[in-house]
C-alpha cells in the first residue's frame, strides 16, 4: 500500500519560499508509471492542482503558478519536493502531495494526509 | 482552463436515498473525469475514474456515468458513512480542474 507524507515548515513569511517535502513509502518514485503532484486546499474552498513531477525529473506546471513553482524528486530518498516563491496570504493553504496515474492525462489515486501552511509576518 | 460545475453545492438526504450529483465542463472532456469523496480534516479519496471505472475498493454503491460535457455520480443507498463533500476532476488536458464540490449532509 503505498503511503505518502507531506512534512515542511507550517508557517512562512510573506514575500519568502515555501518548501515541502514528500516522502513516499510502499512503492518506489523510480519504478515510473506515475507522476508525483502537488495539490492545495485553501481553507474552507475547492482543490487546485499545482503541478507533477516524474522520477526522470520531467515536470509540469499548472501556468496559474508556473512563475513561482520549482518541483524536483529525489530517488535515492523516494522523495519529491515544491518550491512556491514570493508567497502572500493567498498562499495560505492545505498542500497535498497525491500520486496520479496516467500518461499525460492523470487522475490521483493515493493521497498525503496534508499539511497546512500558513502565510503569515 | 476547462471550467468545472458541480450541482447542487448542497444536498441534504437521508440513509438509504438515492443521491445524484452532476458536474459539468466547460468544453468537452470525453470521459476524462474522476470523482473523490472528501470528509473534514482529511483527504481526498479516489471513488471513480475515466467517468464510469469504480476504484479498487470503492463499494458498489456508488456509480459515475456521462461523456463529453455532462457527468453524473450515483450513490444507490446512500449509507451513514457516506455523509461528505464530492469533487469531480477533469484530466481531458493542462491544468487539471476540480469543480467547487458538492456537500452531502444529513436531512
Known amino acids: 500500500q503505498v503511503q505518502l507524507r507531506e512534512s515542511g515548515p507550517g508557517l512562512v513569511k510573506p514575500s519568502q519560499t515555501l518548501s515541502l517535502t514528500c516522502t513516499v513509502s510502499?512503492?518506489?518514485?523510480?519504478?515510473?508509471?506515475?507522476?508525483w503532484s502537488w495539490i492545495r486546499q485553501h481553507p474552507g474552498k475547492g482543490l487546485e492542482w499545482i503541478g507533477y513531477?516524474?522520477?526522470?525529473?520531467?515536470?509540469y506546471y499548472n501556468p496559474s503558478l508556473k512563475s513561482r513553482v520549482t518541483m524536483s524528486v529525489d530517488t535515492s530518498k523516494n522523495q519529491f519536493s515544491l518550491k512556491l516563491s514570493s508567497v502572500t496570504a493567498a498562499d495560505t493553504a492545505v498542500y497535498y502531495c497525491?500520486?496520479?496515474?496516467?500518461?499525460?492525462?492523470?487522475?490521483?489515486?493515493?493521497w498525503g494526509q496534508g499539511t497546512l501552511v500558513t502565510v503569515s509576518s | 482552463d476547462i471550467q468545472m460545475t458541480q450541482s447542487p453545492s448542497t444536498l441534504s438526504a437521508s440513509v438509504g436515498d438515492r443521491v445524484t450529483i452532476t458536474c459539468r465542463a466547460s468544453?468537452?472532456?470525453?470521459?476524462?473525469l474522476a470523482w473523490y469523496q472528501q470528509k473534514p480534516g482529511k483527504a481526498p479519496k479516489l471513488l471513480i475514474y475515466?467517468?464510469?471505472s469504480l476504484e479498487s475498493g470503492v463499494p458498489s454503491r456508488f456509480s459515475g456515468s456521462g461523456s463529453g460535457t455532462e457527468f453524473t455520480l450515483t450513490i444507490s443507498s446512500l449509507q451513514p458513512d457516506d455523509f461528505a463533500t464530492y469533487y469531480c476532476?477533469?484530466?481531458?488536458?493542462?491544468?487539471?480542474?476540480f469543480g467547487p464540490g458538492t456537500k452531502v449532509d444529513i436531512e
Open positions: 476532476q477533469q484530466y481531458d488536458s493542462y491544468s487539471f480542474t
Open positions: 468544453q468537452s472532456i470525453s470521459s476524462w
Open positions: 475515466k467517468a464510469s
Open positions: 513531477i516524474y522520477y526522470s525529473g520531467s515536470t
Open positions: 510502499g512503492g518506489s518514485i523510480s519504478s515510473g508509471g506515475y507522476y
Open positions: 497525491a500520486r496520479a496515474y496516467g500518461d499525460p492525462r492523470v487522475y490521483f489515486d493515493y
